[in-house]
């Protein structure tokens, strides 16, 4: 019932920035919790930022410093800043909402880095 889209992937050189997008179809983002999730070639899903249903923010040891998670106070939008960019960075990204209720996933936006 709820859908949720990324956009703003792409190829970017090393070192470069870029910001993901997820609109969600109502405003799922205000309750409960948000995250961006990614996976590589060959590799298990992994989570790499958050925000929990208690507002506080996580980030996976390799993204602290370099990457932002946010939300819009309507709760129709949520972002990934990514800045500084690696080779390794180089995934299908994922948005993800979840509550006691749900677990909402969009359908990924690619993201390579690459010179």
């Known amino acids: 019932q709820v859908h949720l889209v990324e956009s703003g992937g792409g190829l970017v050189q090393p070192g470069g920035s870029l910001r993901l997008s997820c609109a969600a179809s109502g405003n799922i983002f205000s309750i409960g919790a948000v995250a961006w999730y990614r996976q590589a070639p060959g590799k298990e899903r992994e989570l790499v930022a958050e925000i929990t249903s208690a507002g506080s923010t996580n980030y996976v040891d390799s993204v602290k410093g370099r990457f932002t998670i946010s939300r819009d106070n309507a709760g129709n939008t949520m972002y990934l800043q990514m800045n500084s960019l690696k080779p390794e960075d180089t995934a299908v990204y994922y948005c993800?909402?979840?509550?006691?209720?749900?677990?909402?996933w969009g359908q990924g936006t690619q993201v390579t880095v690459s010179s």
């Open positions: 993800n909402a979840k509550s006691y209720y749900y677990n909402y």
